[in-house]
């Protein structure tokens, strides 16, 4: 057997099993109010991740940035609500992982929540599964980074930086 | 102040039922149930209401119409498409953009409006048993439906970010051509994807949908299908339950639909969910399989000029070179198109996270895209996905990209980048997170031959999911007959996308439109003899 291949079923394995371990043991808890699925852990987990995603976009007044970290927290915990119930409960499992110690200290290779994990750390967890030869961690990867985007880039707040003028007015596309 | 068909047309009193405000359990009669109200659904309904049948038109989603499209993504993706525009295959690794809305797709869809390629239809006929449907049998059909959906070749001059893949074209000698749109005094604002604010868009929402209503039928909205009540080979009713939003349990309160014939048109994931949910007899083993998406790859372009790729017609202009010159049989072909650049859509399209993104992303008015869009299902060695189901019942499409479309992929980027780079672009990028932006063509060539291609690393996205419930004379490799009829059932159709043996290697709207107008007009015919 290739040491590619050997090594492939032990990750394989342990991955297998600190799943199923955190599908039971870190279910999640009531939403924390006003989200409607993420609950406290959940949230503080999507926002520390979202300020290494969008470092570069969010605004840099410390003020603006954190009210829009909380704004992406929202607009990510709405997106999640309206996925198909079987879809949220993977993305629900995949913020386990991330929350639940063992699992992302084997999965993801971080010791401290992430809420006291630096940006540099978050970022260099989320290339390693963006490079990594498991699809599992691949889709992990492009599902919270997308997720994560996905709710900045709907926020006219975003749109300044990127040079979009927002969608046009009825009144004014219909005279000009 | 532009008018609103569907708000004038409540006001005219037509009989709409929003499931998800059902208190108690309800039985209804009909003689026709049409589950789905996309371009398959649309269609049928308003034949077979015309042509006097009572019809119920079932659909999952919600009823919006103009008054509330207000061109924004964060409104209108999670209102109006499956899974928030997110639905994925399986393994994650093909994001599937499909509507869930009354109209389907066709009330979120670019407009583009293709015929099936003669060598589509020629192939149907060779390998799949559909010796009647030649190009002069079809050829009434089509024309049709262009009429009904005022369907012709985009007149006005495309937006910049298609022109440049017309430029590309034009330099290179590569075949090109203007779009055939389905719209009507389109006012060229750009937004087709989040709804027509303006209804120019001929979609299912304005035509047929509203003409089905002005007949009698009925529309139920909020509505999913669970299932077909089966006795024996026949179907007594559609069980279908409230849904108040996309993500929310199915609502307690039972609505019973009874009719004569059932006509399903869920789309090629959703039709071939209710029939396995209902347990439908599947003896070879054909239903669900062979389920085809066009899978798609993209390339990025910095222009040294302002595309503002969001404003404008968002396709308008396609070439062919990879397709028409390409035997079917032979490896995977390709149509090239453009895409519009909403910020949210590119976002989550452009690889990477962090200051790398974020530079990309404040490119984005210089941004051209250019989508290549791969023929599924024609080489024996592509198969297909296959649709399952979920424990909870859900449908979910399990779909793998083979090596022989993983070929057409690398070739696609290398098309791409020669096109764009032809067309005076700064840098090119595939889209896949391994890339890196490129500034020459013999660059980007030399990347593209070493990029890894596999899944979750190239990004590969679909807006046609087509096949699942193949037409065909022999019931061993088909689900429906070349009347649409389901080979074990009496009284149930399929008149959607989900009847293609292969991809069609277009736009599919006008292809599910031509058929569906066929197969309702002999089921009509039938019912009013029987």
Redesign the interface.
């Known amino acids: 057997m290739s040491p590619g291949r050997r090594r492939f079923l032990q990750v394989g394995v342990a991955g297998a099993t600190v799943l199923a371990v955190a599908h039971y043991v870190d279910r999640p808890r009531a939403p924390a109010l006003p989200l409607r699925t993420l609950d406290a852990a959940s949230a503080g987990l999507v926002r520390a991740i979202a300020a290494?995603?969008?470092?570069?976009?969010l605004p840099a007044n410390p003020q603006s940035r954190s009210m829009a970290l909380g704004e992406v927290t929202e607009?990510f915990d709405?997106?999640i609500?309206?996925?198909?119930?079987?879809?949220?409960d993977e993305i629900r499992d995949l913020l386990g992982v991330l929350h639940f110690a063992p699992t992302r200290l084997v999965l993801a290779g971080m010791w401290r929540p992430l809420a006291e994990t630096s940006s540099e750390e978050i970022?260099a967890f989320?290339s390693r599964w963006?490079?990594s030869r498991f699809?599992l961690l691949?889709?992990g990867y492009?599902?919270i980074?997308?997720l994560i985007?996905?709710s900045?880039?709907?926020?006219p707040a975003?749109?300044g930086?990127?040079?979009?003028p927002g969608?046009?007015t009825?009144a004014a596309?219909?005279t000009s | 102040m532009?008018r609103d068909p569907i708000v004038e047309g409540l006001a005219r009193g037509w009989r709409v039922i929003d499931a998800a405000t059902l208190e108690r359990d309800t039985d209804l009669e009909f003689d026709v149930v049409v589950v789905g109200s996309g371009a398959g659904g649309g269609v049928s309904a308003e034949i077979l209401a015309t042509a006097g049948l009572r019809v119920a038109l079932v659909e999952e989603g919600p009823l919006a119409s103009s008054s509330e499209f207000?061109?924004?993504?964060?409104e209108a993706?999670?209102r109006l498409y499956q899974?928030?525009a997110?639905r994925?295959t399986r393994?994650?690794?093909i994001t599937i953009l499909q509507g869930r809305c009354v109209g389907g797709s066709t009330t979120v869809n670019w407009t583009s409006s293709f015929r099936t390629p003669a060598s589509t239809l020629a192939h149907w006929r060779e390998h799949h048993g559909l010796g009647a449907l030649t190009d002069d049998a079809m050829q009434p059909w089509f024309a049709r439906m262009e009429q009904r959906l005022a369907i012709a070749p985009w007149a006005v001059a495309p937006n910049e970010n298609n022109d440049i893949l017309r430029r590309g074209c034009e330099k290179l000698g590569w075949s090109s051509g203007a779009i055939p749109r389905n719209v009507k005094g389109c006012?060229n604002?750009g937004?087709c994807g989040m709804g027509c604010?303006?209804n120019a868009k001929q979609s299912m929402l304005v035509t047929t949908i509203p003409s089905a209503l002005d007949a009698g039928a009925t529309l139920v909205h909020r509505a999913r299908a669970m299932r077909l009540v089966l006795a024996d080979d026949r179907a007594t009713a559609c069980e279908a339950r409230g849904v108040s939003?996309?993500?929310a349990?199915p609502a307690r309160a039972r609505l019973l639909l009874r009719a004569r014939h059932f006509v399903l048109a869920a789309g090629a994931i959703g039709t071939p969910g209710l029939l396995l949910r209902s347990r439908a007899p599947d003896p070879s083993l054909t239903l669900g399989r062979r389920t085809f998406l066009h899978p798609t790859v993209v390339s990025a372009a910095i222009m040294p000029d302002k595309v503002e790729g969001?404003r404008g017609a968002p396709q308008s202009v396609f070439s062919d070179q990879f397709l028409a010159h390409a035997a079917p049989s032979g490896p995977a072909g390709f149509k090239l198109e453009s895409g519009p650049t909403y910020?949210?859509l590119?976002?989550?399209t452009l690889p990477g996270?962090?200051?790398e993104?974020?530079?990309r992303?404040?490119q984005?008015?210089n941004l051209q895209v250019v989508i290549a869009l791969l023929r599924d299902g024609f080489h024996e060695s592509c198969r297909g996905g296959r649709v399952l189901l979920?424990?909870?019942g859900?449908p979910?499409l399990d779909y793998e990209m083979t090596p022989y479309l993983w070929e057409g992929v690398r070739r696609a980027y290398l098309a791409m980048a020669e096109l764009q780079f032809a067309a005076g672009a700064a840098e090119v990028m595939p889209v896949h997170?391994?890339a890196r932006p490129a500034r020459s063509w013999s660059e980007a060539r030399e990347q593209v031959q070493a990029l890894p291609m596999r899944?979750?690393?190239a990004r590969v996205v679909s807006a046609h999911a087509m096949g699942g419930c193949a037409m065909g004379s022999d019931e061993r490799e088909s689900v429906v007959t070349m009347d649409g009829r389901y080979h074990h059932l009496q009284n149930v159709s399929v008149h959607d996308a989900s009847i293609f043996p292969t991809s069609v290697g277009a736009n599919p709207q006008l292809s599910i439109y031509a058929q569906a107008a066929r197969l309702s007009t002999a089921l009509a015919a039938s019912l009013r003899g029987a």
């Open positions: 290494c995603v969008l470092a570069g976009a607009a709405r997106a609500t309206g996925l198909a119930p079987a879809v949220r970022g989320l963006r490079e699809d691949r889709a492009q599902a980074t997308q985007q996905a900045w880039y709907d926020n975003s749109w930086a990127i040079g979009y969608p046009p009825l596309a219909g | 532009i207000r061109m924004r993504e964060r993706y999670p899974d928030s997110g994925q393994d994650k690794s006012w604002l937004y604010p303006t939003a996309a993500g349990e969001w910020p949210l590119v976002g989550i996270f962090g200051e993104h974020a530079r992303m404040a984005l008015p979920r424990e909870d859900s979910v997170e391994q899944a979750l690393a």
